[in-house]
């Protein structure tokens, strides 16, 4: 009997209407496009505008695009992970609720939360249920409304988010396609760095904390694009050395949305093309947890069954991580 190994067979996404470019920010707070862009890459960001809609929304419509493409059949999935750091509310499962607007009736879910590096991580928690045997279709959902915590007076930060989700199928392979190897990793003493501290457990939200506005995401830009750098980097020309890979065997960088300039120093670490690096942070921003399967929803119609993909993503806590993926099937 040959390995099981998970692969990833079906993608969708979902962005929203509403697009926040360089030129509406420039109303809003004191930046412009040039210096938006030459920092970042950014252009334009989607905001989800409707009242009353939070991420369980995006990761429904998009679990909803991937079921519509495929004809999957809602019933048949076993597990629905949405991996955000902006779930709906405290205590409520986003997944639950996710699963049960899907008509995924038969599955059990749950969150999964690590900041930007929340669908890498759980690309390896799906694949390891495959490979267990346990379980044989498992949705994997990347979402996050950021724009529900964005100071939008906060240039360091309004500058950055978008709000999306993406979403993809695990299933058993026997070819030796799918996930290949992971290195994940994490350090703690970076939360003091990137966080969005009151309405949590530790900072309980007070009238205080709201009206100075500490419910809202703050950053230290300098010290947060100086690990993701190194770290991001560090870690994806682990994994190709330890499976004896070269750029030559690479057909894609798969990397976290988070800014033009560490993507660009992570393919330059690996030696790899321009045109071998998924990209469309200018459009979209960091989404977060959903910039990976977007990057996948994407580029779906380029991807070739074989094709071997570096995914590479950095947030905060710290986290990080690599994953080496083959890719399961051709253009449909």
């Known amino acids: 009997m040959s390995k099981i190994t998970a692969a990833i067979t079906a993608v969708g996404g979902y962005l929203p209407d509403y697009v926040l470019s360089n030129k509406i920010l420039e109303t809003m707070v ?70 049960t607007q899907i008509g995924a009736v038969n599955a059990f879910s749950y969150d999964l939360e690590a900041a930007c590096s929340s669908f890498l991580f759980g690309m390896s928690t799906a694949a390891a249920y495959i490979e267990s045997g346990r379980y044989k279709k498992i949705l994997l959902i990347g979402a996050d409304k950021n724009s529900s915590f964005i100071n939008y007076k906060d240039r360091a930060t309004c500058i950055i988010f978008g709000d999306g989700a993406g979403a993809v199928l695990f299933e058993p392979n026997e070819e030796g396609l799918g996930l290949q190897d992971e290195l994940l990793r994490s350090n703690g003493e970076g939360r003091d760095f990137l ?84 990209m469309n942070i200018e459009k979209y921003g960091n989404t977060t947890s959903a910039t990976l399967p977007l990057l996948l929803n994407d580029y779906e119609s380029q991807l070739k069954k074989g094709d071997n993909l570096i995914f590479a993503a950095f947030g905060g806590g710290f986290t990080w991580g690599s994953i080496y993926f083959k890719w399961a099937y051709n253009p449909k």
């Open 30 to 99: 004191e930046t412009n496009d040039e210096w938006i862009t030459t920092r970042t890459g950014i252009k334009e960001r989607r905001i989800l505008k409707e009242e009353g809609k939070g991420t369980s929304f995006l990761a429904i419509k998009a679990a909803e695009d991937l079921i519509q493409k495929t004809g999957l059949n809602p019933e048949e999935i076993d597990l629905v992970i949405v991996s955000t750091a902006t779930p709906d509310m405290k205590a409520a499962s986003t997944a639950a609720y996710t699963a």
């Open 195 to 278: 966080q969005a501290t009151y309405g949590g457990s530790s900072y309980p939200m007070t009238q205080e904390a709201f009206d100075e506005g500490k419910h809202y995401v703050f950053q230290d830009g300098r010290t947060v694009f100086k690990n993701a750098v190194f770290n991001m980097a560090d870690v994806a020309e682990r994994i190709l050395k330890r499976n004896n890979l070269t750029n030559n065997d690479i057909s894609w960088l798969v990397a976290h949305q988070a800014n033009k300039r560490i993507i660009d120093a992570t393919a330059q670490r690996i030696n790899l093309e321009d045109e071998k690096v998924m």
